[in-house]
């Protein structure tokens, strides 16, 4: 957190309507920040052709939950619309990146550009502070307050639900501007907060999915814009075996969603292991491992500044998967190769490396 609290600074709380956004506008109003709570609108996927929308459409009610969070708190309340940047920012980017063979990782560019990014700009030029959010991660402060002050991200508390991962790309500007008041709390204790606080919230389920949309059928989505061409799946000994509905529909190490010729009940499941859009096929294994030790990785962002070459970090190629050891070393045009301690498993092209000293988040990549 920041070194210290300074009362009456303005802060936007961006609001969605769960428990962990109104528990972090309650906590500041409590520590005496001047808070105004904001809803993000942004795009929503509908389907033209039947009318209706893709995905489960819960904004006007999430809305309406965060409503009644800011009026139990007594702080002003605004709805913002982002749809357009949404749309272009995050949507536009995950078809892409499927159309090209990749599995993307919209969360994090949600975040880059549209919590961090067009949100926090709006919020400054209105004249706040801060903004802040109820992400389950932490920002530790060393140095001369605005003299030499760095902005450190670290994990959340609760391991269980730390996302850092979907915030590595965070940079000195908007680390310096953010405020994550639950990131030192378990969520049980902040149920318990939201409780005694009579917030209406309080009991509210986690909302599951993509950023702001919620669940949603990856392929029935996809096929909206990419049309599906039926095509082989096939063993690494190039035998084909099965057939697919359309080599960008599927991601690495994915083991359903395709057809292979009856197996024995006692045969191991096919994984993924190599797509090509080009031919439109998908070689498939009995095991998602694979030999490789090194990962290579674009795009780097670094929350202060790069890692040092060779020392030793950890770092996680998936949300939520186990921290592995390795080191780095740095390349050209913002790349890094990262070198790991063991084999890996299927590597996801498009997703996002995220590299770790102790509990800091160092920043990462996207995987090449």
Same mark, same amino acid.
């Given at each position: 957190?920041?070194?210290?609290?300074?009362?009456?600074?303005?802060?936007?709380?961006?609001?969605?309507?769960?428990?962990?956004?109104s528990?972090?506008?309650?906590?500041?109003?409590?520590?005496?920040?001047?808070?105004?709570?904001?809803?993000?609108?942004?795009?929503?996927?509908?389907?033209?052709?039947?009318?209706?929308? /893709?995905? !489960?459409?819960?904004? *006007?009610?999430?809305?309406?939950? #965060?409503?009644?969070?800011? @009026? +139990?708190?007594?702080?002003?309340?605004?709805?913002?619309?982002?749809?357009?940047?949404?749309?272009?920012?995050?949507?536009?980017?995950?078809?892409?990146?499927?159309?090209?063979?990749?599995?993307?990782?919209?969360?994090?560019?949600?975040?880059?550009?549209?919590?961090?990014g067009?949100? /926090?700009? !709006?919020?400054?030029? *209105?004249?706040?502070?801060?903004? #802040?959010?109820?992400?389950? @991660? +932490?920002?530790?402060?060393?140095?001369?307050?605005?003299?030499?002050?760095?902005?450190?991200?670290?994990?959340?508390?609760?391991?269980?639900?730390?996302?850092?991962?979907?915030?590595?790309?965070?940079?000195?500007?908007?680390?310096?501007?953010?405020?994550?008041?639950?990131?030192?709390? /378990?969520?049980?204790?902040?149920?318990i907060?939201?409780?005694?606080?009579?917030?209406?919230?309080?009991?509210?389920?986690?909302?599951?999915?993509?950023?702001?949309?919620?669940?949603?059928d990856?392929?029935?989505?996809?096929?909206?814009?990419?049309?599906?061409?039926?095509?082989?799946?096939?063993?690494?000994?190039?035998?084909v075996?099965?057939?697919?509905?359309?080599?960008?529909?599927?991601? /690495?190490?994915?083991?359903?969603?395709?057809?292979?010729?009856?197996?024995?009940?006692?045969?191991?499941?096919?994984?993924?292991?190599?797509?090509d859009?080009?031919?439109?096929?998908?070689?498939?294994?009995?095991?998602?491992?694979?030999?490789?030790?090194?990962?290579?990785?674009?795009?780097?962002?670094?929350?202060?500044?790069?890692?040092?070459?060779?020392?030793?970090?950890?770092?996680?190629?998936?949300?939520?998967?186990?921290?592995?050891?390795?080191?780095?070393?740095?390349?050209?045009?913002?790349?890094?190769?990262?070198a790991?301690?063991?084999?890996?498993?299927?590597?996801?092209?498009?997703?996002?490396?995220?590299?770790?000293?102790?509990?800091?988040?160092?920043?990462?990549?996207?995987?090449?």
């Amino acid at each position: 957190m920041h070194n210290a609290v300074e009362k009456g600074k303005k802060v936007f709380v961006a609001m969605s309507g769960g428990v962990d956004s109104s528990v972090a506008a309650f906590l500041l109003q409590k520590e005496g920040y001047d808070v105004t709570g904001v809803f993000m609108k942004v795009w929503q996927p509908f389907d033209e052709a039947q009318g209706k929308p /893709l995905t !489960e459409c819960t904004w *006007r009610e999430d809305r309406q939950d #965060a409503m009644r969070v800011a @009026a +139990r708190l007594g702080v002003p309340f605004e709805t913002w619309n982002f749809e357009e940047e949404y749309k272009r920012d995050v949507v536009e980017y995950m078809i892409s990146e499927y159309r090209a063979g990749r599995t993307p990782n919209p969360d994090v560019m949600c975040n880059r550009h549209i919590k961090f990014g067009v949100f /926090l700009r !709006e919020a400054l030029r *209105r004249g706040a502070d801060y903004i #802040a959010t109820g992400h389950y @991660a +932490r920002i530790q402060e060393s140095g001369i307050r605005n003299q030499e002050s760095q902005f450190h991200l670290l994990a959340g508390v609760d391991k269980n639900k730390d996302q850092s991962y979907f915030l590595y790309a965070l940079g000195q500007e908007e680390l310096s501007r953010t405020l994550f008041p639950i990131g030192k709390y /378990l969520k049980p204790k902040v149920r318990i907060i939201a409780q005694k606080a009579g917030l209406p919230t309080a009991q509210k389920k986690d909302s599951q999915g993509l950023c702001f949309i919620g669940k949603l059928d990856m392929r029935e989505f996809l096929s909206h814009y990419i049309a599906p061409v039926h095509g082989e799946v096939m063993t690494s000994a190039g035998k084909v075996i099965g057939e697919h509905r359309g080599a960008a529909y599927y991601t /690495l190490g994915q083991r359903h969603g395709f057809s292979t010729r009856a197996q024995s009940p006692h045969e191991s499941p096919y994984y993924i292991v190599a797509k090509d859009i080009g031919s439109n096929t998908l070689t498939v294994a009995h095991t998602p491992k694979t030999a490789e030790k090194e990962v290579s990785v674009r795009d780097t962002r670094w929350t202060l500044s790069p890692p040092i070459v060779n020392k030793r970090y950890t770092a996680r190629l998936r949300y939520r998967q186990r921290l592995l050891a390795c080191s780095v070393r740095i390349g050209s045009n913002a790349d890094a190769v990262v070198a790991f301690t063991n084999a890996l498993g299927i590597i996801p092209a498009g997703q996002s490396l995220v590299l770790y000293d102790g509990d800091e988040c160092l920043g990462g990549g996207i995987i090449v």
